[in-house]
């Protein structure tokens, strides 16, 4: 079993950073992909950015050039956050991937909201 906590959401304007970070305990040994995902009010859970253990990443085309995800050590992920648009506003959520029995872990989401 894995468990996901998510941090750093906050109120930030148009064109502000901010970094959020997921810290995971449990059974993480066997992730073999790490990402992040978000839900704006009234649309579906999308996918922001993954990671697998070799390194290979992956983002949604609306944040390229903008967001970075990174492993920090074996425990801790981090997305950080550039040149946030109102847009980008929504809940997001640390994400992992266990292969057997194709096994999701979620954290409960942390707001981010940008200002215009």
């Known amino acids: 079993q894995v468990q996901l906590v998510e941090s750093g959401g906050g109120l930030v304007q148009s064109g502000g950073s901010l970094r959020l970070s997921c810290a995971a305990s449990g059974m993480i040994s066997s992730i073999d992909i790490w990402g992040w995902y978000r839900q704006a009010p009234g649309k579906q859970r999308e996918l922001v950015a993954v990671?697998?253990?070799?390194?290979?990443t992956n983002y949604a085309d609306s944040v390229k050039g903008r967001f970075t995800i990174s492993r920090e050590n074996a425990k801790n992920m981090a997305l950080q956050m550039n040149s946030l648009k109102p847009e980008d506003t929504a809940v997001y959520y640390c994400?992992?991937?266990?292969?057997?029995?194709?096994?999701?872990?979620w954290g409960q989401g942390t707001q981010v909201t940008v200002s215009s």
């Open positions: 990671k697998t253990v070799n390194g290979n």
């Open positions: 994400y992992a991937h266990k292969p057997w029995g194709n096994q999701d872990y």
